[in-house]
């Protein structure tokens, strides 16, 4: 694929996929948006908002739309659409409104598009992407849900600051649901190729201090920002911005999205949660493995059994 001939295609133009138009746009990751929403107004006024800027920026093309057939030839599609979490509602909670919704919508993406790679930032991430996976006739590698990649990037952020170096430096994982159930995989954590726990760090810190701050603030990050400004959306569009560039780039990174884990996790083959993948063009080219503790492996089987009861709880 080639990023500068590239059409990706953004399902909903609410507040979470205006802001991946606008991301894919600022980004230069392709050559043409569709942005979709049932209200062609809607899809209008955000895309000529959008279209303003683009002057100042790589050329890029716009299409409004409120029919499905527009997504025809593109060759990713981020699907946004659905209920966002209201004040402190959990994104497990949002399931039953918007189950319904994902089935629907990728049963018309298989109509139109089923040579897509589809990219699920919508929530709950994990359990919505089971369903999609279960409902489409595309194979599975080509579709990833956004899984625990704005955790990962949170905690790698916050501890990049902490100790002062450069984000890309820290390299740790949020493993399992985006979610209340999350895990971070301490065990493994480097800061560059030395191990956090071996690393010196800043005066009056401590690793257990670290450790018991931010699991909190990874999971409640979400809430407290949808306290302060109605809910998230540049963090988790940037994120979308950067699967599909990754995606159109072969670029073969490794990103935690939501599929379903290998048996090395002992959680069930069913079950779809955030794990370590390398990501290029032909989508989700290979699962990886992180070797966890076990707190760790006993976290990520409590967050597997969460969200295949959510699942359960649908069909």
Not at 151 to 175: C, E, F, M, P
Request: hydrophobic share 40%; proline share 3%.
């Amino acid at each position: 694929m080639n990023s500068k001939l590239s059409k990706v295609g953004v399902v909903g133009a609410g507040r979470v996929g205006a802001a991946v138009a606008n991301a894919l746009v600022m980004m230069g990751v392709c050559v043409s948006v569709v942005l979709y929403n049932r209200t062609k107004d809607k899809a209008e006024g955000e895309a000529w908002d959008i279209e303003d800027a683009i002057p100042l920026l790589e050329e890029c093309d716009i299409l409004p739309t409120d029919k499905y057939e527009d997504f025809a030839d593109c060759d990713v599609i981020v699907i946004t659409i659905g209920a966002q979490a209201s004040e402190g509602q959990s994104r497990l909670e949002l399931l039953s409104d918007n189950a319904d919704i994902m089935r629907s919508t990728i049963k018309e993406l298989d109509r139109v598009a089923p040579d897509a790679i589809l990219i699920i930032i919508s929530n709950p991430v994990d359990v919505l992407t089971r369903i999609a996976i279960k409902t489409s006739t595309r194979p599975e590698n080509l579709i990833i849900g956004s899984g625990t990649v704005l955790d990962t990037a949170r905690v790698r952020y916050q501890l990049g600051k902490l100790i002062n170096i450069s984000k890309q430096d820290a390299n740790i994982y949020v493993i399992g649901e985006h979610g209340d159930t999350s895990v971070i995989v301490w065990s493994n954590a480097l800061i560059g190729a030395i191990p956090l726990e071996k690393f010196s760090l800043p005066q009056g810190t401590s690793l257990d201090k670290i450790k018991s701050e931010y699991v909190e603030n990874t999971r409640k990050r979400a809430y407290a920002i949808g306290e302060r400004k109605g809910g998230t959306s540049h963090g988790i569009s940037t994120v979308a911005a950067q699967l599909v560039d990754t995606v159109l780039r072969d670029e073969k990174q490794i990103f935690t999205v939501s599929v379903k884990a290998d048996s090395e996790y002992k959680i069930g083959e069913e079950v779809v949660l955030g794990l370590p993948c390398i990501i290029g063009k032909k989508g989700i080219e290979r699962k990886l493995h992180i070797p966890l503790s076990e707190e760790e492996q006993s976290g990520l089987e409590h967050s597997a059994e969460k969200l295949n009861e959510a699942y359960e709880s649908v069909m």
